[in-house]
């Protein structure tokens, strides 16, 4: 990269030549209005706002007009923004962009946070002049999440070049011609694509709103917020939770450059009404004996009767949850000691994730952080459904697949920025993405090569495709001709790729298929340093979870049926996702005590004798650890009403009234932090991942209120005229105010992008330390695992063998973005899109066994649903939805017989 | 459906294309040929046939002038209202036909047989103000000389 001596109004400036012109002004801090440019989505030169003056020589006086978008930075320029030609041209044309946009902000869901009203402001067009009727349009119903309102659009194409070109959708499109441009489906419908949600930040008006957030409308300026992280998948991508009057009233992304950037999955966005949902436990609830209905307590009661419990000389294990907080989990583990403590997964889940990391601790190959994706230009995914158990990962994949096209467009010297050439150079050719999957997924279309087959299948292949990169693999016995080809191609384009990328996950429920991925990256690696792994996990704590326990959810059972337990404290968590529903319920009758810390009412709730209302992520702090192993802190956003209390607190008072342990002596969360680094040296970065609870900058707290928030003094003037204190917040940095700092705070503390003259979410622009780049200062959050680099890694040996042919299918678990993840289903807008239970066979293993699309069968003896027909599924395999509410545990490993029920 | 024809022939335009969506300009053709407009449900069964979905599809549709997505009558006049036929009448043009046809921009007449839909430009300037009836140019355009031309197309 080299760097270019610019001059801009006369003053000389430093950049990297090659770039974009407008993004050179943006990083440099002007303000240069803009619309069709997005720092993701590049440029295409269509709405002319971004116009500036370029001189030939300084002896240049007149100078001409040029879009700054379109113009790459050389050395010498000379450039003017604020020459008065090039102002009147930019109000001018953004009086043009307003000739039919409507007068009516103050009922749009974008006032205040609208960038159309930012940049009218910036450039001064205040005065309408055109005397004309405004074109109009009807709207369209585009489903649960996005809200339409065409009127306002001024043509910027924004959304389907996010919607289309970045995200893959299909469903939605520019129609017409001239000024009746129209901007949505060719009928009213749903969205599909499982981005969609991003529309709404990526509008730079109010066409595309927050549909869910209308039910409970709030401005910006009056929403309290902190920074966040996503519960709703292993991922961990930074949100902006925003509440107002005790209610979470909608998500934004919170831009990460190493993790998320600049879009969110519409899980993450709208899986957040759980929070809200009637089904919360807000006060605690005990039941005097087994079958009677729960009653409520006083929370004073509770603490007694929870440490009453706990000192009944009992034998108590305890069950964490990979959806709780590293400090959460901690608290339980020292409430019970560490040989009692359970993760509080599957025990077969635990093993997979154990094996995960230590894969990415053994071996050379870093785990790529989920913002690199994208720069990777080969990517192998092998057995995992990204797209349903990582979406924003699937989203990366898509770019990076753009990545070895676009030699036709270098070929050509056709700069990667000016996007629709570059995209047209690179026409529809495919690049190296190669998907080895038990099933078709959505990511089928875009990749260059597909294989479909058993986990064992799937195992196999990769085991040879790391056999063919490096000899020193294992090599696999008895594999047909056709499949060895296929392992070539893939070796092949792996080892010839500058960055190739290895992505796999518990996903299929097979440890062989993990091997399998780290053989191929360790092969990889001998040759190419820039070898790069990626294992997905199930839930937002799951690694985190797994460093902390050796034995889950099936050992914690275990020990209260040989009579080693007697009383269990659960910590949110619903074991009947875990394991065999029988055998949870008989366990649960077996011990004399269950008490259970959560957020929701679900089946182990209602089984449980005590049940203590916790806050949720929007309503604590604390730590958690994402699938690539970054240790990321979210904040409470807001002080929960009545009981709600932090998991830990309630623990840490019943270990006080017991006067044991070291809990005593938490009085902050801090101090739990400190106990985790000092209990595990691996998570010592944990203290790290962002500032502690005294943190201050120049003696101040963070404000989580906007400098503008309105009806501090009246909002309570129902029932007192008084101004309430705000609540104390000795573990955050934050306030419960909007007094406080108000400049940029370090970047694990941005509460919102906010700056002055840019409302909207394009203020984020101003908190990089390059447009597009990373965060002033870094981006929040603190890898806890190092790849050992220095050794030579030993290969895994065990391949699955290959298995007679039988009668019996293998079961697969078949993964939902809307329905197999808990919470989000807790959301309306979310359940509204999960799919009923079925069961899904190949077309001829169907008609082998005698049934047709709609038959009740059953599978394994516990698992009931209609038959599906999915002629994307392999024969042999029959497909089970995972972890849709009320069904359970997920089938996988061995065989399984499918049985038509006769009623 | 698709009739057997009209796969054949827009199967024929296949032939030496890149790929099935970049011939689907001509399959519309071919099918309006046929049915005389695009029904919303012919639109789903070309772009089902092109593997497009009917949003891609109708995505072009709408941007052409040529393409009907509503039925017309047996005659559609496209009045041309590029710069040089506005500064040489088309404004008289347009009054006089929507008088003698009795409707208006996009509307067809009740018998049937005209259709008045407005073209960017038909290239013609030479011989503004010009329309077109069907694929027949017509130029030089008087009141007079529009009445003989209707007459001719009743």
Redesign the interface.
């Known amino acids: 990269m080299t760097t270019a001596s610019i001059h801009i109004d006369g003053n000389a400036y430093s950049v990297t030549a090659g770039q974009s012109l407008l993004r050179a002004c943006l990083s440099l801090g002007f303000n240069v209005p803009y619309f069709c440019w997005h720092p993701a989505l590049e440029s295409v030169g269509a709405c002319r706002q971004c116009a500036v003056k370029l001189y030939r020589d300084e002896k240049d006086t007149r100078g001409r007009i040029a879009m700054s978008c379109m113009t790459p930075v050389t050395d010498g320029m000379i450039v003017s923004i604020e020459d008065p030609d090039v102002r009147k041209f930019r109000a001018r044309n953004i009086e043009w962009l307003m000739l039919n946009h409507p007068h009516d902000c103050p009922v749009c869901d974008e006032g205040g946070e609208c960038h159309l009203q930012d940049m009218t402001v910036m450039t001064g067009h205040t005065y309408r002049r055109t005397r004309f009727r405004k074109r109009t349009y009807r709207n369209q119903d585009l489903g649960p999440f996005v809200n339409h309102e065409m009127n306002r659009c001024i043509q910027c194409y924004r959304c389907v070049r996010f919607y289309r070109d970045y995200a893959h959708g299909?469903?939605?499109?520019?129609?017409?011609?001239?000024d009746s441009v129209?901007f949505g489906?060719?009928?009213d419908g749903v969205l599909q694509n499982i981005f969609a949600g991003n529309l709404v930040e990526i509008c730079p008006t109010g066409v595309f709103t927050d549909k869910t957030g209308k039910r409970h409308f709030v401005r910006k300026w009056d929403l309290q917020t902190a920074p966040s992280v996503c519960v709703h998948c292993g991922l961990g991508c930074n949100i902006i939770p925003g509440e107002r009057g005790g209610e979470l009233r909608r998500i934004r992304n919170r831009f990460n450059g190493s993790v998320n950037g600049y879009f969110l999955c519409d899980r993450g966005r709208y899986g957040y009404e759980f929070v809200n949902s009637p089904s919360r436990v807000r006060q605690p609830l005990r039941r005097d004996g087994r079958g009677e209905h729960h009653k409520p307590l006083r929370s004073e009661e509770a603490r007694a009767l929870f440490a009453d419990i706990l000192s009944r000389k009992g034998r108590v294990v305890g069950v964490g949850s990979p959806r709780a907080s590293l400090e959460a989990n901690f608290a339980l583990r020292a409430l019970v000691g560490p040989e009692h403590f359970f993760a509080g997964m599957a025990d077969t889940e635990l093993a997979l994730i154990q094996r995960q990391i230590d894969i990415m601790k053994i071996g050379p190959v870093p785990a790529i952080p989920l913002g690199k994706v994208a720069t990777c230009d080969a990517v192998l995914v092998l057995g995992e459904d990204v797209t349903n158990t990582a979406p924003i990962l699937a989203l990366n994949i898509l770019q990076a697949c753009r990545n070895a096209p676009m030699a036709r467009a270098d070929a050509l010297h056709i700069p990667r920025w000016e996007d629709r050439a570059a995209r047209e150079a690179a026409q529809?050719v495919k690049g190296p993405f190669f998907l080895i999957t038990a099933h078709d997924t959505w990511l089928d279309e875009s990749a260059e090569l597909v294989f479909k087959g058993t986990p064992d299948d799937i195992a196999r292949l990769g085991f040879v495709v790391a056999h063919f990169l490096d000899e020193d693999c294992p090599s696999v016995a008895g594999m047909d001709g056709d499949r060895t080809d296929i392992a070539r191609t893939i070796a092949r384009s792996l080892g010839q790729a500058r960055d190739p990328l290895i992505i796999s996950g518990p996903g299929t429920g097979s440890g062989y298929v993990i091997d399998a991925a780290a053989n191929i990256a360790w092969a990889l690696r001998k040759n190419n340093r820039n070898a790069r792994l990626s294992f997905t996990v199930p839930e937002c704590n799951s690694l985190g979870l797994a460093f902390m326990a050796s034995q889950a959810v099936d050992s914690a059972l275990a020990a209260v049926e040989r009579g080693a337990a007697d009383t269990l404290v659960i910590l949110e968590n619903d074991l009947f996702r875990r394991t065999d529903k029988d055998r949870i319920i008989a366990c649960l009758n077996a011990c004399k005590h269950v008490v259970l810390l959560d957020h929701l009412m679900h089946g182990t709730a209602s089984l449980a004798d005590l049940v203590l209302p916790v806050g949720t992520f929007a309503e604590t702090t604390g730590t958690l650890v994402s699938s690539e192993g970054r240790a990321q802190r979210f904040f409470q956003v807001y002080a929960p009403q009545g009981d709600i209390r932090p998991s830990w607190q309630w623990m840490r008072d019943a270990m006080t009234v017991r006067g044991t342990l070291r809990g005593a002596s938490w009085r902050y969360l801090d101090d739990i932090i400190a106990a985790i680094a000092g209990e595990f040296p691996e998570l010592q970065p944990v203290i790290d991942s962002a500032p502690p609870g005294a943190f201050r900058i120049k003696g101040l707290k963070v404000p989580r209120e906007t400098h503008r928030v309105s009806g501090r003094t009246s909002i309570h003037a129902d029932t007192t005229v008084h101004e309430p204190k705000p609540p104390d917040d000795p573990d955050s940095p934050f306030a419960f105010s909007m007094e406080g700092y108000g400049g940029k705070p370090p970047s694990s503390l941005i509460p919102r992008f906010w700056a002055p003259r840019w409302n909207s979410v394009q203020a984020l622009n101003k908190f990089q330390s390059e447009v597009g780049s990373d965060l002033v200062g870094g981006d929040p959050g603190c890898m806890v695992i190092e790849p050992n680099t220095g050794e030579e890694p030993v290969y895994r040996q065990s391949i699955p063998e290959v298995l007679a042919p039988s009668g019996s299918l293998v079961p697969v678990p078949l993964y939902h973005i809307f329905g197999s993840e808990e919470l989000s289903m807790f959301s309306s807008s979310v359940a509204g899109r999960a799919p009923c239970p079925y069961v899904a066979l190949n077309p001829r293993d169907a008609s082998r066994l005698g049934l047709s699309n709609g038959d009740e069968v059953e599978i394994a003896g516990r698992w009931r649903g209609p038959v599906v027909l999915r002629a994307g599924l392999p024969e042999g395999i029959v497909g089970v939805p995972s972890g849709l509410p009320g069904t359970g545990a997920g089938i996988t490993g061995g065989r399984v017989d499918v049985t038509k029920v006769t009623s | 459906m698709l009739s057997e024809d009209e796969r054949m022939e827009i199967l024929k335009e296949l032939e030496g294309a890149e790929?099935a969506p970049s011939i689907a300009m001509e399959a519309l053709r071919i099918v309006q040929g046929r049915r005389g407009y695009i029904s919303?449900e012919t639109?789903c069964d070309i772009a089902a046939f092109l593997n497009m979905?009917?949003?891609?599809l109708?995505?072009l549709a709408?941007?052409?002038?040529f393409i009907f997505r509503k039925p017309v009558g047996r005659h559609v006049i496209y009045v041309c209202d590029g710069v040089t036929c506005w500064v040489m009448g088309h404004e008289s043009i347009f009054e006089h036909l929507k008088q003698r046809l009795g409707i208006n921009w996009g509307e067809t007449t009740e018998d049937g047989s005209f259709t008045l839909l407005p073209v960017?430009c038909i290239g013609a300037c030479d011989h503004a103000p010009a329309i077109m009836i069907d694929s027949t140019l017509y130029g030089d355009l008087s009141k007079e000389k529009i009445d003989e031309i209707l007459k001719e197309h009743r």
Not at chain 1, 170 to 178: E, P, Q, T, Y
Not at chain 2, 62 to 65: A, D, K, Q
């Open positions: 299909r469903d939605l499109d520019v129609f017409g011609i001239h129209y489906r060719h009928e529809q | 790929d919303d639109l979905t009917p949003h891609e109708d995505s709408t941007f052409y002038s960017s």
